[in-house]
C-alpha cells in the first residue's frame, strides 16, 4: 500500500484535511529557496542513498565530496500536555539532500517532510493544529571568516509541510575576512527537528544530524579558484594494474602496499600507508624535494645511476605526501620505472587532487584495482 493511499483510507476514517489554508498568519512561511544541482543529480542521489543505511545516522551518508544525504522515518506517539495520555500518533519521512560546489563557496541543503500520516486517539485531538520545526544552524569552526546567514527555520503546521514538502538551505562565506592563505573557512552544519502543537508535549528530535563543510580560494592546487566541500567524504584515488598508461606505477603500489618485501629500500617490518591508513597531500615545495631526492637515493643505490636513460625513479609514498621517503620511517618503495609511465601517473595523481579539491593535510587512499 502506497503512502498517498494510506494518507486517503486514514483521512476518509477521521475529519482531518491538512491543507495549507490552516495555516495560520502567524505561522513562518517556507523560506523559498533555489539550488544550483540539477534535478537529474538530486533524483540519482535521493536513489542511490536509499540503498545505504549510514544516511539513518547522525553523519549521515556522503557519497563524495560535493554530496551527502540524510534520511530518516520518524514515527511519534502524541501526548497530552502534562500528562502521559495517548492522544494520537504523527508518521512522517525525513530528508536532507547535501550539494557542496567545486567552483563556488557555496553549499545547498534540499530538506523536506514528506509521507505525512496522522491518527487521533482521542476526540479532542487535533492533528490539524500540530507542527514541524526544522532548523539548520551554521558555525565556523577554529577559522577566520564568517558564513552567511547562519540560523535557518522552517516552523509549519502539517498541512503545510503536506502541500509544500521541501524547502532549500543555502549557506555561501564570502572570501574577505578569511585569512587562511587559501580562504579557507571550516563550518559545522546541526539540523534540529521538533514537534509541537497547542495541547500536546513537544517533541526534539534526540538524534542531532550534523554536516562538516570546508569553504576555500585556494586556486590552480585545487583546480577551479574556489570551492565547497564535505570534509569528511572518504577520498580514494584508484590505479588500475591494466591501465595503458601507467601499468608499471600501479604494480610498483601494489607491491609496495601489499608486498613490501619485494620492494626497496630492505626494511624490517616495512608497513606502507595508504590503503588502510591515509596518505596526506603537502603542498610544502621543500617537503616535496625532500622526499624526491630520498627516493633517489635509494634507486640510484639499488640500481645506480640512470640519468640520461628513459627511466624515472618511481616513489610511492608519493613526493606530494607527508608520508613521502623523507619522513624517516622507511615505509616507502623507490623503483626504476619507464618515464612516461611514471609521468602519467603523476598527472592522475594531480587530476584527483584538482578534482576533489584536496589541500595540504588533506587525508586521501589508494585503492588498486584490476
Not at 580514494?236 to 598508461?245: M, N, Q
Not at 623523507?326 to 587530476?351: E, P, T, V
Request: net charge negative.
Amino acid at each position: 500500500m502506497t503512502s498517498a493511499l494510506k494518507r486517503a483510507l486514514l483521512l476518509a476514517v477521521l475529519p482531518i484535511t491538512l491543507t495549507a489554508t490552516q495555516v495560520p498568519a502567524s505561522a513562518a512561511p517556507a523560506q523559498a529557496g533555489t539550488v544550483l544541482a540539477t534535478l537529474d543529480e538530486r533524483q540519482d542521489l535521493r536513489q542511490e542513498c536509499q540503498q545505504h543505511p549510514e544516511a539513518e545516522q547522525a553523519q549521515g551518508w556522503i557519497k563524495s565530496r560535493f554530496e551527502s544525504c540524510h534520511r530518516t522515518h520518524q514515527s511519534l506517539v502524541v501526548v497530552r500536555k502534562g500528562t502521559l495520555e495517548r492522544i494520537g500518533t504523527l508518521a512522517f519521512d525525513e530528508w536532507i539532500l547535501g550539494f557542496a560546489y567545486d567552483g563556488d563557496r557555496r553549499v545547498d541543503y534540499v530538506a523536506s517532510i514528506e509521507n505525512i500520516v496522522v491518527s487521533r486517539e482521542a476526540p479532542d485531538a487535533d492533528p490539524t493544529t500540530w507542527s514541524l520545526e526544522m532548523r539548520l544552524s551554521a558555525a565556523t569552526v577554529n577559522s577566520a571568516g564568517t558564513i552567511t546567514n547562519p540560523n535557518q527555520t522552517r516552523s509549519d503546521l502539517l498541512g503545510a509541510w503536506d502541500t509544500k514538502p521541501q524547502w532549500v538551505v543555502t549557506y555561501t562565506s564570502p572570501e574577505q575576512g578569511a585569512t587562511d592563505p587559501y580562504g579557507i573557512v571550516n563550518g559545522n552544519v546541526l539540523v534540529n527537528l521538533a514537534a509541537f502543537g497547542p495541547n500536546t508535549d513537544p517533541w526534539q528530535d534526540p538524534l542531532t544530524r550534523y554536516s562538516n563543510i570546508r569553504f576555500d580560494s585556494a586556486g590552480a592546487v585545487a583546480g577551479k579558484a574556489r570551492g565547497t566541500v564535505f570534509t569528511q567524504a572518504k577520498v580514494v584515488v584508484p590505479f588500475s594494474l591494466s591501465s595503458p598508461t601507467y601499468p608499471q606505477s600501479a604494480r610498483h603500489y601494489s607491491d609496495a602496499l601489499t608486498n613490501p618485501v619485494t620492494t626497496f629500500p630492505s626494511t624490517l617490518g616495512k608497513n606502507v600507508p595508504g590503503a588502510t591508513t591515509p596518505l596526506h597531500r603537502t603542498l610544502n615545495t621543500a617537503t616535496q624535494d625532500a622526499n624526491n631526492a630520498a627516493a633517489r637515493k635509494t634507486c640510484d643505490d639499488v640500481w645506480g645511476p640512470y640519468d640520461g636513460t628513459l627511466l624515472n625513479c618511481d616513489e610511492y609514498p608519493f613526493a606530494s605526501t607527508q608520508e613521502g621517503a623523507a619522513k624517516g620511517d622507511g615505509n616507502y618503495s623507490a623503483r626504476l620505472i619507464d618515464a612516461g609511465d611514471n609521468q602519467a601517473a603523476g598527472r592522475w595523481l594531480n587530476s584527483n587532487y584538482t578534482l576533489n579539491r584536496i589541500l595540504d593535510g588533506d587525508a586521501f587512499y589508494i585503492a588498486i584495482t584490476p
